[in-house]
């Protein structure tokens, strides 16, 4: 397909996966509690009308009147123009949330089962990731171990929307280890359940919530991520923070570098001030922010460490999500600096 | 190089501290341990008094294994001095933020010569 000459990879997509189909992936007695259950009885939904009283419409998926179906997935990529997709299962965004860490893993290896099986296909460039039960760690590891070497699995995925403590404290330390010795990338993607509810409640419309919500969540565990010294500790780990557009990025690089010039000694481990290491992350860029003037973008992209650091990324087929022309739209980059950011550096990284 | 006098040891005990002028820049001089310490006496952050601020040895960390508490232990070789305002922290020896070596005060040598105390100025 291409844009402009450029492949286009979209690291950050949605499945709606019927939780039917689903629920054959898993072991008793979940599979008989989740095939009987009502929707949501389980998984946390999510809150607020992402429709806007049905003005947004998405006419290539079935979503959001009923799940998606896999047939549907190529011309889904075929609509937003895509070459590869990284589909995560949407109901894996409330993993943050789940009421118990009993339910957490076997959820999490029957999704990946599940998408192995039904979704995935890396011959026409569909992957997923691997959503880990941060709850219980050391399972998270077993999981790894399991499929991080499936060609169709491509990183790590931790919900920033709900993790406590948050993702840097040590707790988490034998997920990161067990990534960064398989090269594997883990991609932190902010969650929308309870969105109403995550850090205040009595917003009266959903733009309000959607403003801050997504956001605060990756911005709780890129402080934590940062301060506890994950990337110090797991130096060749990639880390990905995905679905918060990217002008929140420079706020917090200079929030950090201030309260930690002030206050190194309770941040020891780490050699250089926290935006050096935030310059060194990757960044979908889903949803953009489009500023009347671009060259407010551009400085933006300067301040994160330059358009190597971005990976396209629709978030499809979601109210919010982004075409690829966002990104050919940024004439202040270069051909070659628009490729980067459509699919070369996910291709990398993601080695697909 | 020009040897600036300072004062007589006698007048800077360990434990002391005092400021005395380079070229109309302040410099703090310390004795610590048995040592002696020159440094700019200004913060860069927004020129707090450094001579007032607290000299303790640097935490260091040390990452042992996966899901462990950090070591923490105050160094045996590096002693700090913090900005009372805003706590910056400067290494007494090589003046560098603790922090942020881009972000670095001026250090001088101290030379001791019969019983009187000399700055080091290039």
């Known amino acids: 397909m291409t844009l402009n000459g450029h492949v286009v990879v979209d690291v950050d997509a949605h499945f709606f996966e019927p939780l039917h189909d689903f629920s054959n992936y898993l072991d008793e007695p979940w599979k008989s509690r989740f095939s009987g259950a009502t929707r949501g009885r389980f998984i946390p939904g999510s809150t607020g009308d992402r429709w806007v009283g049905g003005r947004i419409m998405r006419n290539v998926t079935s979503y959001p009147q009923k799940d998606m179906t896999p047939e549907e997935i190529p011309g889904l990529m075929k609509h937003v123009g895509l070459d590869k997709i990284v589909l995560l299962p949407n109901k894996m965004l409330s993993f943050g949330k789940l009421s118990s860490d009993e339910i957490a893993v076997p959820l999490a290896n029957g999704f990946i089962d599940y998408m192995l099986d039904k979704v995935v296909d890396p011959s026409e460039g569909i992957y997923t990731m691997l959503v880990a039960p941060f709850h219980d760690p050391e399972e998270s590891v077993a999981l790894i171990d399991r499929v991080a070497d499936e060609k169709g699995v491509v990183a790590l995925c931790l919900v920033t929307a709900g993790p406590e403590p948050p993702l840097g404290d040590r707790r988490y330390d034998p997920i990161y280890e067990a990534c960064n010795d398989r090269n594997f990338p883990v991609v932190f993607h902010a969650g929308g359940s309870s969105v109403d509810s995550f850090f205040i409640r009595g917003y009266r419309k959903f733009l309000e919530t959607h403003t801050l919500g997504f956001l605060w969540n990756n911005m709780a565990q890129i402080v934590s991520l940062v301060v506890q010294g994950v990337p110090e500790k797991y130096p060749n780990l990639d880390i990905v923070f995905q679905e918060s557009g990217i002008f929140w990025v420079p706020l917090m690089m200079h929030r950090l570098d201030a309260e930690y010039m002030k206050r190194q000694s309770e941040a020891p481990l780490l050699t250089k001030k926290p935006s050096k290491y935030m310059q060194e992350f990757y960044y979908g860029t889903q949803p953009l922010e489009e500023p009347d003037n671009p060259e407010y973008l551009q400085q933006i992209i300067d301040m994160i460490g330059g358009p190597e650091r971005l990976m396209y990324a629709s978030d499809y087929p979601h109210w919010d999500y982004d075409r690829p022309s966002v990104i050919t739209n940024m004439d202040f980059l270069s051909d070659s600096e628009q490729g980067m950011i459509l699919g070369k550096t996910a291709e990398r990284i993601f080695g697909i | ?122």
């Not at chain 2, 590096?78 to 900005?83: D, K, P, V």
């Not at chain 2, 090589?94 to 070596?101: F, Q, R």
């Not at chain 2, 101290?110 to 105390?117: A, N, P, R, T």
Request: proline fraction near 7%.
């Open chain 2, 1 to 122: 190089m020009t040897l600036i006098p300072i004062c007589s040891t006698n007048d800077l005990p360990e434990g002391s501290r005092k400021t005395v002028n380079v070229e109309d820049t302040p410099v703090l001089v310390l004795h610590v341990d048995g040592s002696y310490y020159a440094i700019e006496a200004t913060c860069p952050h927004q020129s707090g008094p450094l001579g007032q601020g607290i000299v303790l040895p640097k935490l260091e960390a040390t990452f042992v294994s996966a899901g462990k508490r950090l070591e923490e232990s105050f160094s045996e070789t590096i002693l700090t001095i913090s900005c009372p305002w805003h706590g910056w922290e400067f290494d007494l020896s090589t003046g560098a933020h603790c922090g942020d070596s881009e972000v670095t005060l001026s250090t001088f040598e101290i030379v001791e010569k019969e019983g009187e105390l000399f700055l080091k100025s290039p």
